[in-house]
């Protein structure tokens, strides 16, 4: 295994379907560019004339569009930003927080990673899209889904206050889930 020793960045990405790991070789003598997403490498260009510019990928289940940009700062000295979609890596997590709920928790030994898309209400643990079933109740609206042999809910209410619109609460067997924050 070739030893990364042009390893100029890496980034770490949440995702619905996970965490993923972006790492980037730059070679600024050869002009290399290697971009590796979860390990596996995506983009790999030798002798590349140009050392500034940029690359674009895809991560993670839903295809969702990366690109590394590559600036000279001054003489040698390079600068590497990611992009997510479009935004800037703290403007795409910042926005994340406001769209998605993601809650952290282990049963039976197992960790699972448990997120809801507002915007949608599709749930995803640890990777895979859940089938679930919606039900309106009293106050409010239930998302139901299971994980392993454990039943899971996802009760939706609303907080009274407009600024914090509605609230999601994760429940397993009976039990409130903390909110995780990535």
């Not at 020793?5 to 980037?24: K, N, Q, Y």
Request: hydrophobic residues 35%; contains cysteine; glycine residues 8%.
């Amino acid at each position: 295994v070739e030893k990364m020793t042009d390893l100029v960045a890496v980034w770490e990405v949440a995702l619905s379907d996970g965490v993923h790991r972006i790492e980037f070789e730059h070679g600024t003598t050869s002009g290399k560019r290697v971009v590796y997403v979860d390990g596996k490498e995506e983009i790999r260009k030798e002798w590349m004339f140009k050392l500034v510019g940029k690359e674009t990928f895809t991560i993670g289940a839903a295809q969702t569009k990366a690109t590394i940009n590559i600036d000279a700062v001054s003489g040698f000295a390079y600068e590497y930003s990611l992009e997510i979609n479009g935004k800037s890596l703290k403007k795409y997590m910042e926005n994340r927080l406001k769209t998605t709920n993601t809650w952290i928790l282990s049963l039976g030994g197992t960790d699972y990673r448990v997120v809801l898309e507002k915007d949608t209400m599709d749930v995803w643990c640890n990777g895979q899209k859940m089938e679930t079933v919606g039900e309106f109740v009293e106050d409010g609206t239930e998302t139901h889904f299971s994980v392993g042999d454990h039943s899971c809910c996802i009760k939706a209410v609303s907080s009274g206050k407009r600024k914090e619109g509605i609230i999601h609460t994760l429940i397993v067997n009976d039990t409130e889930i903390p909110e995780a924050v990535e």
